[in-house]
């Protein structure tokens, strides 16, 4: 079987951690060996700057910043996901350089072009077979992540911030974006307000309209939106 790459994406709060726990338990239900990862982290480096990146009281530049979340995605490509791809194996992200082009192009204002060429240093050609965007409001996710506890780094970063994040996936979302950016692969909104049990299904069939072959383990029926 060959090995596929999804990824899960949003604002802070959308419940993508959530969702991407309940989309591998599905897949290994149906018998395909799956693994989780998020970013940054995933690696014992990728941790590390996740620590750095999140830290609330962390004074880091946005270029920095950004190179720090490239060496742990860097990291995660060549130790995680490329060997598992190879051996047949569904990886699901907990984000990819997605956000990277949400965050760090349209949150901090870097430029583009070095955001791309950098990514594509850090990934190697990589792309994913799908990305769902978990469609949420943003004001609301803020808050969902607020009553998680204490507001990390980028949580705290402010609301003109996550404003222009949160309009930033949205732009990805179009025909336009995504045909000038083909380096991400297909794209595809997930509403993600109601219960978790319907957001899984409305990811699941998400994932199954892109990777056919996922469908029956997914229990989706073919041609079901």
Known sequence: MAGALVVLEGVEGAGKTTQVARLVARLRAGGRTAQSCREPGGTALGDAVRALLLDPDGDVAPEAEALLFFASRAQLVARVIVPALARG???????????????????????RDRIRDANR????????????VLDFPVTDGLARAGRRGATDRLEGAGDAFHA???????AALTPDWQATHPETGPIVRVEATGAPDEVEGRVARAVAAHVPALGPVLGVAEHAE
């Open 89 to 111: 194996e569904v990886v699901v992200l907990d984000r990819f350089f997605l956000s990277s082009y949400a965050y760090q192009i349209a949150g901090r204002g870097l430029d």
């Open 121 to 132: 240093l850090a990934v190697g050609g990589v792309r994913p077979d799908v990305t769902c």
């Open 164 to 170: 222009r994040v949160a309009a930033a996936f949205a």
